[in-house]
């Protein structure tokens, strides 16, 4: 496992360096090249869901989940589907149910197992009203699953790709003179795979995703792919959406509760896709993604109809 890890990376630098380090690009709906399922490949699954945020990523033999969603049905489908039991660890963003629901069930009934659990928030973190956190703490505490707590600023790998956590906690970084909620205080994940690269927000609001922008600007946040902040509930910061100049965003928001989001993606010429339609693949060899989604209940196929129309009336 370990020399064919190496392998891999050691191959995948050599293609970067031969390939110049160019930036590539962000191909839709389409046929992926020949040979492409060969190379060293980052995979990352956004999985049908409504208002909730479930993604499992591959990378060189490891699997992570990235929240996962209410329905435990949804995710546990998926993984029995792509033969998984157990992924090397998980990251939950923030403890609400249509983030952590369908991991602590799927946990719970021993349909998942994983190496270790991250989570921004303390491990005794208390919220008076949402107990998703105590309970989930106490699952994995009798399941003999280790808790860690990331902090802002702290890095890992799965495989060839790098994780960067960044967030906002309340009490080291807040808005100036007010408080945060859970949503605010969510954990944003960074994840770059060579020249490619993703940006989770989680459910972070207005407020925080204005001060992740002006603190860490295209720099830090520059990325080919991002996620709509609270599931594309509403349009996001102007500031965050040009330092991150996404050419696609991924909407986990129901398709008829985000317009807002979706009009301003199309005004600033982005690409955008729900997970109300069906999965959505990403797949990237460190340069170019591949992005192919599932049609689940023939949503996609109408709105492309209603897309062809609207071009040809232009047109005229």
């Known amino acids: 496992m370990f020399g064919r890890k190496v392998c891999g990376i050691l191959c995948f630098v050599l293609a970067l360096v031969l390939a110049g380090g160019a930036m590539g690009d962000v191909y839709i709906d389409q046929e992926k090249p020949e040979g492409w399922e060969d190379q060293y490949l980052l995979r990352i699954y956004a999985l049908y869901s409504l208002d909730c945020d479930a993604y499992v990523l591959e990378c060189d033999g490891e699997t992570m989940i990235l929240d996962g969603g209410k329905n435990a049905s949804y995710l546990t489908e998926f993984l029995a589907a792509h033969d998984i039991s157990h992924v090397d660890m998980i990251f939950n963003s923030h403890p609400h149910d249509d983030h952590v629901d369908a991991v602590y069930n799927a946990i719970r009934t021993g349909k998942l197992t994983t190496d270790v659990f991250y989570s921004p928030f303390r491990e005794n973190y208390d919220d008076a009203v949402d107990t998703f956190q105590k309970r989930t703490v106490k699952l994995l505490n009798e399941k003999g699953i280790p808790y860690r707590q990331i902090f802002s600023g702290d890095e890992f790998q799965l495989g060839g790709a790098r994780i960067k956590v960044y967030h906002y906690d309340g009490q080291t970084k807040k808005p100036n003179g007010g408080s945060m909620m859970i949503n605010d205080m969510s954990g944003i994940f960074w994840i770059r795979f060579g020249n490619a690269s993703i940006l989770f927000t989680a459910d972070i609001g207005g407020t925080i995703q204005q001060m992740l922008a002006q ?5 830090g946040l520059k990325s080919d792919i991002m996620t709509a902040p609270h599931h594309g509930k509403n349009a996001m910061n102007g500031e965050l959406l040009a330092a991150v100049s ?6 986990t928001g129901k398709v008829a509760r985000v317009g ?12 955008w896709k729900v997970t109300s339609w069906g ?13 192919n989604q599932e049609d689940k209940f023939g949503e996609l196929k109408k709105w492309q109809k209603q897309q062809e129309r609207k071009n040809k009336k232009k047109k005229k």
């Open 215 to 219: 603190e860490y600007g295209k720099e």
């Open 246 to 251: 996404p050419k696609l965003t991924i909407i």
């Open 260 to 271: 807002a989001c979706q009009k301003q993606m199309e005004q600033n010429g982005v690409a």
């Open 279 to 291: 999965n959505i693949t990403m797949e990237t060899d460190g340069k170019d993604w591949y992005v």
